[in-house]
């Protein structure tokens, strides 16, 4: 499986961007898929996944202004960000083959299998 992200960029506080990730040689049953994001001297977090059956899940952080969808006749993965914060500036990465459990609601990441190269997200006046 090979993702590649795109749709990074700079952008002011509180305005949007979508992030898009294209997946290939992908397997018939398809994935779990989701994005991370790594902030400059941080450890990669997670941000969103979207399951086999379409359910959400989020990071409390991004909750109510990202949303994470996915186009499996076309193998793409989309992030639309919304009132972006200068704390979202971030290295954006897609996902996928993610095993996941939930407690309280709130996904805990086991395992990815796959990753994308990654895309600049740029929040700042």
């Known amino acids: 499986v090979q993702l590649q992200a795109s749709g990074g960029g700079s952008v002011q506080p509180g305005g949007p961007l979508r992030l898009s990730c294209a997946a290939s040689?992908?397997?018939?049953?398809?994935?779990?898929m989701g994005w991370f994001r790594q902030a400059a001297g941080k450890e990669r977090e997670f941000v969103a996944l979207?399951?086999?059956?379409?359910?959400?899940y989020y990071a409390d952080s991004v909750r109510g202004r990202f949303t994470i969808s996915r186009d499996t006749g076309k193998s793409m993965l989309f992030l639309q960000m919304d009132s972006l914060k200068e704390q979202d500036t971030a290295i954006y990465y897609c996902?996928?083959?993610?095993?996941?459990?939930?407690?309280?609601?709130?996904?805990?990441?086991?395992?990815?299998?796959?990753w994308g190269q990654g895309t600049q997200v740029t929040v700042s006046s």
């Open positions: 996902a996928a083959d993610m095993t996941y459990i939930v407690s309280d609601g709130i996904p805990r990441i086991r395992t990815t299998d796959y």
């Open positions: 979207i399951n086999l059956s379409g359910k959400t």
């Open positions: 040689g992908y397997s018939s049953r398809g994935y779990n």
